[in-house]
């Protein structure tokens, strides 16, 4: 069973700092998605990360897939109230046809 | 351009009814997946489906739980005689093809009393 591990489970700060959420496996994916949960809501796609060592950057988010492709982090500089949210990673096997989750992070940005 | 469409959002049942949730995907996608969430926690995968058929209900419990997917119409989670276990939030994605990203609805909530 592939098991997607996140950390921090649960982050706090205030706005303005810079944080960084991971997602750690043992097993190797095609692809890794991140994606953003509002309560509410189903989660929406942020970005896809496909090759290793492949770094995207949205605005303040700099997603990273790891060399290995086991492993992925996404950095927020400045966090701001808006970015508050449950943080999902997401990876894609490849030999099979579905997504598998992360335990997810969720962030509560301070104004 | 309609994203995927889950209804109901919210979704009452006591012990032992039926609860039916329905997915209409976005325009053009063959491919629905059904999640299910508990409260603060991630998705966990149930079932995949394209049109007519079921291509892996791995995630799927093997009891109470159907899926279908028919050529004409939303795509149906059914799960008969609920238990309290059974509260959760149901989502739905759907995709082109098979294989990600995927779009999400928002969801429906089932609480069972």
């Known amino acids: 069973t592939q098991l997607l591990e996140q950390s921090p489970q649960f982050l706090s700060i205030q706005e303005g700092e810079n944080l960084t959420v991971y997602c750690n496996s043992s097993?190797?994916?095609?692809?890794l998605q991140w994606y953003r949960q509002e309560p509410g809501e189903g989660p929406v796609l942020l970005v896809t990360?496909?090759?290793?060592?492949e770094v995207k950057k949205l605005k303040r988010l700099t997603f990273q897939f790891g060399d290995a492709r086991k492993d992925s982090s996404l950095h927020i500089t400045a966090a701001q109230p808006g970015d508050t949210g449950l943080y999902l990673c997401?990876?894609?096997?490849?030999?099979?046809?579905?997504?598998?989750f992360g335990t997810g992070t969720r962030l509560q940005v301070f104004p | 351009n309609a994203g995927v469409m889950q209804n109901p959002r919210h979704l009452v049942r006591r012990r032992g009814q039926e609860a039916r949730l329905r997915c209409s995907p976005m325009?053009?996608?063959?491919?629905v997946y059904w999640y299910r969430q508990l409260p603060e926690e991630g998705l966990k995968f149930m079932v995949y489906?394209?049109?007519?058929?079921?291509?892996?209900e791995s995630g799927m419990p093997k009891e109470r739980f159907s899926a279908e997917f028919p050529k004409e119409g939303p795509s149906i989670l059914r799960i008969q005689q609920v238990v309290r276990g059974d509260s959760a939030a149901y989502f739905c994605?759907?995709?082109?093809?098979?294989?990600?990203?995927?779009?999400f609805g928002n969801g429906t909530r089932l609480t069972v009393t």
């Open positions: 325009k053009g996608h063959s491919h």
């Open positions: 489906l394209q049109k007519e058929n079921i291509i892996d």
């Open positions: 994605a759907s995709s082109p093809r098979s294989s990600p990203p995927l779009h």
């Open positions: 997401a990876g894609d096997v490849g030999n099979t046809d579905k997504l598998i």
């Open positions: 990360v496909v090759t290793g060592g």
């Open positions: 097993s190797v994916f095609s692809s």
